[in-house]
Structure formats: structure tokens, C-alpha cells
């Protein structure tokens, strides 16, 4: 059963700065990494999507994937306090394998230093 | 652009009874609506899957006969969660799935008394 875990569990970081966040998942059948962002009293938002390995710019915001090292990460730089969510990192296998399970990592609290 | 609006936003009710909340898809077809709740821990647990043309689909420790769902057409599904107790407390995400991207209500968050 895909497992799949995020680092760190919370995050800190100044106005202005640059975060990273990473997660690490376990089936190498997965094929589609999506980053949602749930700020307090909403629903999860997808922010970005990456399928192939590589970088991924989207404005202030970065992914990476390396599947074979089964490791996908946000970076976010320039930190704004509308940044200041639970950022979640969800997997699904690959499709037509009869599943279009999305399973979410615990995610990471990121905040701005007030 | 994709919307998935839920009902109610919140709601109490009594140990051992009934709750029925509803998931709206506006702005595309959600050929899949998948079910989760959030616990107050923030983890994610899927309770079940519903694609267009194939049966719901229900993951360990989540049954039919507690959490009936319904997925008549491709903008509409309900769940209910049958007698409700302090266990099942949690924010009940749907999110409905056309492409490859899942999009989420804002939940209907279960409280139990």
C-alpha cells in the first residue's frame, strides 16, 4: 500500500524567505505528484502538479520530482503571509490500473516568522 | 474553472444518529468523486471512490452499510454517515476528478455530541 510521508512537520521561515518541502512516497508505479495548499477553515487546493522528472516553475514556486529515487519537493521562494497554510503532498499510481487513488502525506505546517 | 461546492459547512448531531451531506461539481464532469475525511490530526483518510460506470469503491475500515454514498450523475454525490458517534468526527472532504486533478470542496466538517 503506498505510503507516503512529509518532511519537515512544520516550517518556519521569515518574510521574504525561501522554504523547501519535501516528501517521499513508496510505489514505483506512481506517476502523477500534485502539492495542495489548505489554509484554515477551507478545502485542500491543488498549487501544482508535476509528472515528469525535473523542475517545475510555477511564479515563486518550484517542484522537483525523482522517481527513481521515489522523492518529489516544493520550494517556495520569496515567502508572502498568504503562504501561510498546510501544504499537502498527494501521489496517485499510474492510470489504468484501475485506481484513481489519491493518497495524501500528513503534511507540513509552513508560517511566516510574525 | 472547476468548482466543487459541499453542504452543509458544518453540523452537530447527536451519538447515534444520522447525517447527510451533499457534494456539487460546477464548471466540469467528475467522472470520479472521491470521499475523505480529515481527522482533527489533519490526516487524510480515504473512505471511498466513485467512477462513472463502475461500483463505489470502499477502503479498509469504511463500509457501505455506515457510509452509504450516492453518485447519480456527473455533478452531484452524497454521503451519508449512518449513527454517528464521537469517532466519526472530522471535516468530510469531497473532491471530484475529470482529468488528472482532483478538486476539493471546502468540507462539511462533523461535529458529534
Known amino acids: 500500500q503506498q505510503k507516503v510521508q512529509q518532511s519537515p512537520e512544520s516550517l518556519i521561515v521569515p518574510e521574504g524567505g525561501m522554504a523547501s518541502l519535501n516528501c517521499t512516497f513508496s510505489d514505483r508505479n506512481s506517476q502523477y505528484f500534485w502539492w495542495y495548499r489548505q489554509h484554515s477553515g477551507e478545502g485542500p487546493k491543488a498549487l501544482m502538479?508535476?509528472?515528469?522528472?525535473g523542475d517545475k516553475k510555477e511564479g515563486r514556486f518550484t517542484a522537483h520530482l525523482n522517481k527513481a529515487s521515489l522523492y518529489v519537493s516544493l520550494h517556495i521562494k520569496d515567502s508572502q503571509p498568504s503562504d501561510s497554510a498546510l501544504y499537502f503532498c498527494?501521489?496517485?499510481?499510474?492510470?489504468?490500473?484501475?485506481?484513481?487513488?489519491?493518497?495524501f502525506g500528513k503534511g507540513t505546517k509552513f508560517s511566516l516568522i510574525p | 474553472g472547476a468548482l466543487v461546492y459541499q453542504y452543509p459547512r458544518r453540523t452537530i448531531c447527536k451519538s447515534g444518529t444520522s447525517m447527510r451531506m451533499e457534494c456539487q461539481a460546477v464548471?466540469?464532469?467528475?467522472?470520479?468523486v472521491a470521499w475523505y475525511r480529515q481527522s482533527p490530526q489533519k490526516t487524510f483518510e480515504l473512505i471511498a471512490l466513485?467512477?462513472?460506470?463502475?461500483?463505489?469503491?470502499?477502503e479498509q475500515n469504511f463500509t457501505q452499510e455506515k457510509f452509504p454514498i450516492s453518485h447519480p450523475n456527473l455533478s452531484f454525490s452524497s454521503m451519508t454517515v449512518l449513527n454517528a458517534y464521537l469517532e466519526d468526527r472530522g471535516l468530510y472532504l469531497c473532491?471530484?476528478?475529470?482529468?488528472?486533478?482532483?478538486?476539493f470542496g471546502s468540507g462539511t466538517r462533523l461535529l458529534v455530541i
Open positions: 473532491g471530484g476528478r475529470a482529468n488528472s486533478d482532483y478538486t
Open positions: 498527494a501521489v496517485s499510481p499510474l492510470p489504468g490500473t484501475g485506481s484513481n487513488r489519491l493518497t
Open positions: 464548471g466540469f464532469q467528475a467522472t470520479s
Open positions: 502538479s508535476i509528472f515528469s522528472n
Open positions: 466513485s467512477t462513472v460506470n463502475s461500483a463505489i469503491k470502499y
